[in-house]
């Protein structure tokens, strides 16, 4: 079946616009992750949407950063007043349940620069 | 300290030999383990989960060691398709679902 899918696959804007960064999971994915990854950094753990829940932000660096997901499924990320430092690979996953066992599996990402 | 650390390489090991990547994690309520694999500009895959009593799959075999919050990843007869970056995963807490990766292992097998 389809895999996770993100778009745009690549974007580049100015600094201090805003962007909107899409994410499709896994149909019947009850768990949604975002992540980014800096050139040669880990990934970093961003928000947690599980089901109906209040998603875990707690990995948002700023308040520039949002995230919502419509109907259980698609999820936006928004980055506004974008910096120099948000420039990054943004990696969106899904799993099953959420569970800590799961498997996460990860769309091609959104390689994201800012000028 | 970062939660889990990795030595990031680079591993240039000749085809057909063994292998191995040790990680540690800082966060003794750590529950769940994985080791991921990234190919150059593209994402993560899983490539195993990583249990208390050690798993194999095929050439690969995984270790946690609680005790000394460490886990490991062995790779035995490599080949030239395993060169990637290897990332280890830190665990979700209970009720927390949250991964912490590392920054990554990058291997090279060489002809």
């Known amino acids: 079946g389809a895999g996770v899918s993100q778009s745009p696959s690549n974007k580049v804007t100015e600094k201090g616009k805003d962007v909107e960064l899409r994410c499709d999971p896994i149909s019947g994915h009850t768990a949604l992750y975002w992540y980014r990854q800096s050139l040669g950094q880990g990934l970093e753990f961003l928000i947690y949407f599980q089901g109906n829940s209040a998603p875990d932000k707690s990995g948002l660096p700023s308040d520039r950063f949002s995230a919502e997901r419509t109907g259980g499924s698609v999820s936006t990320l928004t980055i506004q007043r974008t910096q120099q430092e948000d420039s990054a690979v943004y990696l969106c996953?899904?799993?099953?349940?959420?569970?800590?066992?799961?498997?996460?599996?990860f769309g091609p990402g959104t390689r994201l620069t800012v000028l | 300290r970062k939660e889990v650390e990795q030595d990031p390489g680079p591993f240039n090991v000749p085809e057909g030999a063994t292998v191995a990547f040790n990680c540690t994690y800082s966060?003794?309520?750590?529950?769940?383990f994985f080791w991921y694999r990234q190919d150059c500009r593209k994402e993560p895959k899983l490539l195993m989960s990583v249990y208390s009593s050690g798993n194999e799959d095929g050439r690969f075999t995984a270790q946690l060691n609680r005790a000394s919050q460490y886990i490991s990843l062995l790779i035995r007869d490599s080949k030239l398709s395993d060169s990637a970056t290897y990332l280890c995963?830190?665990?979700?807490?209970?009720?927390?679902?949250?991964?912490?990766f590392g920054t990554g292992t990058r291997l090279t097998i060489i002809p």
């Open positions: 995963v830190g665990g979700a807490n209970f009720g927390n679902e949250k991964l912490t």
């Open positions: 996953a899904s799993s099953v349940y959420g569970a800590g066992t799961d498997t996460q599996y």
């Open positions: 966060n003794s309520a750590s529950q769940s």
